[in-house]
T-cell receptor, first 114, second 113 residues
């Protein structure tokens, strides 16, 4: 079946720097992508999403970029803070709508260095 | 607005037993999805319920089952537990059709001995 994966299992950045977390997907039919943040002992928390008809979407301190040509998704976090330490997952829903079961990547552990 | 709640938070069972986990979605949300999270396999979709009907199912054996009640609360059951069923089981709810955003609960940590 199709899968969604992340390039790096761990990313270490200095506090205040920008972080970029990458994700590759293989299902060209995917039309909706989401980034989740999971802190220790908690369930995944929605960060930002993007539909396939968009290339970029911005939120508060976060930006998601979608490159459909190379099937690549990235999450940019500006001015990284200690509270950003968590595991970040990309997920895709290729079914065209509704909660039809997200396919998650393995996750990237973001570590913030003081 | 209260978030998704799951009970119990922690559970220890032995091989061969069965277990039932409960999930209460956010008020007004009618879709409930279940996921299994393990270090090796990551987050994997189990099934999704909408209006008391299973609408989608992932690649898990028949030992994994679920149901949804008229108030949208959902339960999942795992029978004949195996050591490999040890995992964090997450429930997520979402609004009626048209929205893909899923809100996750804190999960139930199941340990099978």
């Amino acid at each position: 079946g199709e899968s969604v994966g992340l390039h790096l299992p761990t990313l270490s950045v200095q506090e205040g720097d920008n972080s970029i977390i990458n994700c590759a997907y293989s299902n060209s039919a995917s039309d909706y992508f989401i980034w989740y943040k999971q802190e220790s002992g908690k369930g995944p928390q929605f960060i930002i999403d993007i539909r396939s008809n968009m290339d970029k979407r911005q939120g508060q301190r976060v930006t998601v970029l979608l490159n459909k040509t190379v099937k690549h998704l990235s999450l940019q976090i500006a001015a990284t803070q200690p509270g950003d330490s968590a595991v970040y997952f990309c997920a895709e829903n290729g079914s065209g709508g509704g909660a039809d079961g997200l396919t998650f990547g393995k996750g990237t552990h973001l570590i913030i260095q003081p | 607005k209260a978030g998704v709640t799951q009970t119990p938070r922690y559970l220890i069972k032995t091989r061969g037993q069965q277990v039932t986990l409960s999930c209460s979605p956010i008020s007004g949300h009618r879709s409930v999805s279940w996921y299994q999270q393990t270090p090796g396999q990551g987050l994997q979709f189990l099934f999704e319920y909408f209006s008391e009907t299973q609408r989608n199912k992932g690649n898990f054996p028949g030992r994994f089952s679920g149901r949804q009640f008229s108030n949208s609360r959902s339960e999942m059951n795992v029978s004949t537990l195996e050591l490999g069923d040890s995992a964090l089981y997450l429930c997520a709810s979402s609004r009626p059709s048209g929205s893909n955003e899923q809100f996750f609960g804190p999960g139930t940590r199941l340990t099978v001995l």
